[in-house]
């Protein structure tokens, strides 16, 4: 990480020329779009997913229309929104609220404990744990949470890692105990801790304005990867380092060692030595402002950004939204040479603005702010 | 075994107006001599006390788990004479057979230990370390599984039962002891003796965790709404009806209430396919009660259920035809009706101290019961529900005065109508997690937290507003008139009462290190606890220090502060300094239960800094604290 920083040093006038002709990179750039009809073109474009679209809303049974984030447990689906927990399951929606225990009623993200099958619920105002139907709150208040606004939850093992707008904390659920951590203790420089991603070897978080925070569980060390840069607005060193220090969410895929990391000026994927950032002008990725990123192995991952559901495998992207114009059902392939072409298709997800992501086999649950939508796998 | 150890015994009870020469007699003639201010020397004769009991998988041996004396006794199930003594570790609660019968696992309660033993060679073959206090354990029908139910951790443990590696924690409910298996095997269901978490002056509620066998997982929870302790579960052979003992106190309301029907319902819920949604019956009668269920059993052919009651020293005998017609055209829970146990309760048979465990013959005529505090076992014929005969295991005749203060403590003949004793509200001589109003404050007025017990000698006065200067006065006249409003203790008796509660030891603290030194955390929490000068430099004056009023080895200076907690519906603010003797286990905490957690303590509680000065804290500083706290 320090190398790198070095490397960035020395290399920036090189790369200050780049920037120069850079755009904003809150700037959506146009994509290449192919003028052929999608049709006569179908069998010489990239083969990506495809899917149709069922959306939730409060019309069918969802809590609340702002959909935070998505779990997927077996049959079950759990949705975080502003106005409860909704579960689905068997065709129906349940919700869970204050009165039935949950720390608040604006839920923003989701953990499945795959050992236990209890999922933590990290909202507003505190976390809770739903096991067997029973709900258990942890607040800063009457535990060692540190802070009440959970953004982010993990759970690897017996600890329960949790991003929260005053830090990280760990419950260790064998003896009950919390660890906290913040810049008192690593080197985090701003405590807004908005994701976390947790495995056996690391654990990772997203802070927002101080980059990508890594501890490493067996030598209980921690490290920190910034933008070398250090440039809130614009790019200067573009496969250096991540991508910008203003992070959102991170997934660490330990199989394959890697980790990508969203922003809200763009993406990041880094092998251990190297780093590849995406950008919408140089990529399919719809737009810089990334909520939420998923890996799913070395080379794919899904991008939940504010224009758009995004996929890449690694050498194409496909974006599934309602048109940003007609709002109509709109999916777009870009391949390895830019060109965009339209898919005709009769869905989208409920909304551009994605929040989450999760994954039922080869079908994908999306969290937006206008519902929640399930994507069902086309052959 | 000598099963006479003898060790001295020194007591010296604190009060000089309690200077009396006192002598615990025996059944046998055996004399103690006490005398209150020159101090007593006693013996501690080594009991067995049996909690629980199981026939070898070939019908051939009587295993009982006897624990005082930390061991197995086999007994041969015809005989009933003793063929081995296996000890294994520190208080023992459970044990079940391996579903092959080859090997027998026990719990061990205060060595957080399962012992296996071999069945054949009747010996111990592994020790497995599990986690804070196993109190129960059950192997899975397939052999996948074995579930451990841990009292103070309030989970259920999944080992593996070949190696005893712990796979994994399930989140129980608080207090998690007691486990049983569906007849079909695919479930276990856990009872609990401490109830869950509830917002401060609301109803109690306990659970039934039920574990889904096959995935491992917490598949469901059977609310038990008002019952604080739940003890054993039975099933019915064909699993369509399950029972559970449990304890359902009436804590909100004025313990005057004790002359008007009960401080307590000692109560069965019912559950499975025979009754629906689960309903909780009552075993009590108007003038005479059933004293803290603990043992179920359910005859094979459902006719009867046998449940025994420790405090009432009997088994209540209940006709299941006439039950379940009774709950049928009486819908929904009857804790609250005394005169419906009449439409089911057909006989109460009076057995020995404190009866614990049950068990039946393969053929159900006959109903085995454990008297743990007269080390003895009771047969019942279950056909005329009569008790047959008693047995005695081995050891000694004589009953010490630790023995008939243990006696006393959980028997409730003393209490108005037999309703309850000191062991209602003193769970396994510890503490309830519940809050009572006694009514001397007046009514509504002093609510106040149960507090435990453990390690309770030389922590005087009691009371939260230190009234009682010393226990023969908490345990005697108080006790008497707020509580039993029947009968008093005679001086002896007193004393030996006194004398076992001042025994009681402190049970192991889980938040120390095996060598006893602290992490890093609980180091920096010692300094706070400790520390004279806030963070902001200024001297924290010595009585507002953690350390000055939470002195000594346990934690109190035996002095009363006003530490600014006081209630509008408390009469003082001053309050005694409670021990912190295991305070991470003992919540809810303040002297009204107000606080559920240790941190609610200072973060909600504390807006003065006048329970210590803590308001300068960090969270993390706050957390430090509490570490160490954890480990008193």
Known sequence: MKALRTIAIVTSMLMLSIAAISTAQTGYASPKLHKTASVSIKGQLPSMPRFRFENFTTANGLPDDHVFNVLVDGGRIWAATENGLGLFENGKWKTYNTKDGLAHRAVLSLALDKRTGDVWAGTMGGLSRISGGRIDTFTQLNSGLSNDVVYGVSVEGEHVWVATAAGASMLDLHTNQWSLFNERNTPMFEIWVYGVSATPSKVYFAVWGSGILEYDQQKKTWDKYDDPDGETEMVLFKDQGLIHEITTSVSYLEKEKILWAATYFGDSHYDGRRWHNFLTKDSGLPSNFTNVVKGVDANRAWFGTDKGLAYYDGVNWAVYRPSLTTGQPEMTIRDKNGNVTPVEVATAPAHNYVLGIDFQGSDIWVATAKGLSHGIHQP | ?632
């Open chain 2, 1 to 632: 075994m000598s099963g006479l150890r003898v060790f001295s015994v020194r007591i010296g009870l604190a009060s000089a107006a309690f200077a009396v020469v006192l002598a615990a007699h025996d059944r046998t003639g055996f004399n103690a001599q006490a005398s209150a201010t020159s101090g007593l020397t006693g013996e501690q004769l080594e009991y067995a006390s049996p909690v629980e009991l199981l026939y070898s998988a070939s019908g051939t041996q009587l295993y009982v788990l006897c624990q005082e004396s930390a061991e197995v006794r086999v007994l041969d199930a015809r005989t009933y004479k003793e063929i081995k003594r296996i000890e294994v570790g520190r208080v023992p609660r459970g044990f079940s057979l391996s579903p092959r019968g080859d090997r027998l696992y026990v719990a061990n309660s205060w060595d957080d230990t399962i012992s296996v033993i071999d069945t054949h060679s009747l010996e111990v073959i592994s020790t497995w370390p599990v986690a804070a206090e196993p109190s129960s354990v059950v192997e899975d029908r397939e052999g996948k599984h074995l579930f451990v139910a841990n009292r103070i951790s309030n989970d259920v443990a999944v080992l593996d039962p070949q190696t005893g590696a712990e796979e994994k924690r399930l989140a129980a409910g608080r207090g998690a002891s007691y486990i049983t298996s569906s007849p079909d095997g695919g479930r276990v269901y856990i009872t609990h003796v401490y109830p869950n978490p509830t917002p401060h002056r609301t109803a109690p509620q306990s659970e039934i965790t039920v574990v889904d066998v096959q995935r491992a997982v917490v598949g469901d929870r059977i609310a038990l709404p008002s019952v604080a302790h739940g003890f054993h579960i039975a099933f019915s052979a064909d699993g369509r009806l399950g029972v559970a003992a449990g304890l359902h106190p009436r804590n909100l309301v004025p313990l005057a209430h004790l002359d008007h029907a009960g401080a307590f319902t000692d109560t069965l819920t019912l559950f499975g396919a025979d009754v629906g949604a689960p309903v909780e019956i009552p075993l009590d009668e108007l003038e005479r009660y059933a004293v803290r269920p603990f043992g179920v059993a359910i005859t094979p052919d459902k006719s009867r259920i046998f449940v025994t009651c420790g405090g009432s020293e009997e088994v209540t005998v209940i006709d299941v035809p006439r039950l379940l017609r009774y709950i049928r055209s009486h819908p929904g829970s009857h804790s609250d009706d005394l005169a419906a146990s009449a439409n089911y309760v057909i006989s109460r048979i009076p057995v020995g101290h404190d009866p614990r465990g049950v068990l039946l013959t393969r053929d159900g005529t006959k109903l085995l019961v454990v008297n743990r505090l007269d080390d003895s076992i009771s047969v019942i014929d279950t056909r005329t529900s009569r008790l047959t005969s008693t047995f005695p295991l081995e050891g000694p005749k004589r009953i010490s005065v630790l023995r008939k203060g243990e006696q006393t403590f959980y028997t409730a003949r003393y209490s108005f109508q037999g309703q309850i004793g000191c062991a209602n509200c003193h769970i396994d001589s510890t503490f309830d997690g519940l809050q009572w109003d006694l009514e001397p404050d007046g009514f509504g007025r002093d609510i106040v937290d149960n507090r435990p017990i453990e390690a309770v000698k030389d922590t005087e006065p009691f009371k939260w507003n230190g009234g009682n200067p010393n226990l023969p006065t908490e345990c005697g006249p108080r006790t008497e008139k707020y509580f039993w409003r029947a009968e008093n203790y005679d001086d002896l008796t007193l004393t030996d009462l006194a004398v076992y509660v001042r025994s009681l030891p402190p049970r192991p603290n889980r938040f120390r290190l095996p060598g006893g030194e602290l992490t890093v955390s609980q180091e920096r929490g010692k300094t706070l606890f400790n520390r004279s000068v806030d963070k902001f430099r200024n001297p924290i004056p010595e009585t507002n220090r953690c350390g000055y009023c939470h002195s000594g080895s346990k934690g109190t200076n035996q002095k009363s502060f006003d530490v600014g907690t006081k209630k509008t519906t408390d009469n003082s603010g001053l309050l005694d300094t409670p021990q912190l003797t295991n305070i991470a286990i003992t919540g809810p905490y303040l002297h009204d239960g107000s606080a559920n957690t240790l941190e609610q303590i200072w973060t909600v509680f504390n807006p003065e800094d006048k329970h210590g000065r803590t308001n300068d804290l960090t969270k993390d500083e706050l957390n430090d604290l509490i570490q160490y706290l954890r480990t008193r």
